[in-house]
């Protein structure tokens, strides 16, 4: 039976579980600490909110291969007032 995790990926850290090269301080290892799981998409550095992780290859070979498009919705929060450009 495959699993799947929800979780709650904080700015600032990685969609990784390894830092080799010592550069971001903690990575989902810190919080999560399960083996053979891998996040199924990611977000960027700078960005917090929901990341599956599952140990399911085939699963994340669907939701992360741009061959299997899925609709995604972001939201962004910014600071003052936006310009059109």
Not at 1 to 14: A, E, H
Not at 32 to 61: C, F, I, K, M, W
Request: net charge negative; glycine share 10%.
């Amino acid at each position: 039976m495959s699993r799947c995790i929800l979780f709650n990926k904080p700015y600032g850290v990685p969609s990784q579980f390894s830092d080799r090269a010592g550069e971001f301080g903690r990575t989902l290892g810190d919080y999560v600490n399960l083996a053979r799981v891998y996040p199924a998409g990611r977000l960027d550095l700078d960005s917090e909110g929901l990341l599956l992780l599952t140990d399911d290859g085939v699963l994340q070979h669907k939701l992360t291969d741009p061959r299997h498009a899925h609709p995604k919705t972001y939201w962004a929060q910014v600071e003052g007032t936006p310009e059109e450009s």
